[in-house]
């Protein structure tokens, strides 16, 4: 019923950047709210762990590892959050998967959703 669709993953050398985006939408056509976006990855070998994440009034957190390089941002109209990032390096290679808690009717309680994943590969 609820889609989140990536975009922008790709291969770029380090000290690269890149933009992901990440849209959220629903059969019915409306969302009714969303709580939280953000962004979590997953490298070869690790676990997923959390990049960025934006809550509904515009606070926003970072993992340390990607502090003062990374920008995470939204869209609330178009439902859709963005993840800046900047001064890339190779240990930030990894598949970067889009994160919704949100209400997809007024009616519903709040549920997670997961985007399929957009890789980036950093070269060095």
């Known amino acids: 019923q609820v889609q989140l669709v990536e975009s922008g993953g790709g291969l770029v050398q380090a000290g690269g950047s890149l933009r992901l985006s990440c849209a959220a939408s629903?059969?019915?056509?409306?969302?009714?709210?969303?709580?939280?976006m953000g962004w979590y990855r997953q490298g070869p070998g690790k676990r997923r762990e959390l990049v960025a994440g934006?809550?509904?009034?515009?606070?926003?957190n970072y993992a340390d590892s990607v502090k003062g390089r990374f920008t995470i941002s939204r869209n609330n109209t178009k439902n859709t959050v963005y993840l800046q990032m900047n001064s890339l390096k190779p240990e930030d290679t990894a598949v970067y998967y889009c994160?919704?808690?949100?209400?997809?009717?007024?009616?519903?309680?709040?549920?997670?959703?997961w985007g399929q994943g957009t890789q980036v590969t950093v070269s060095s």
């Open positions: 629903a059969a019915s056509g409306n969302i009714f709210s969303i709580n939280a």
């Open positions: 994160n919704a808690d949100l209400r997809a009717n007024w009616y519903d309680s709040v549920q997670t959703y």
């Open positions: 934006i809550f509904s009034g515009g606070s926003t």
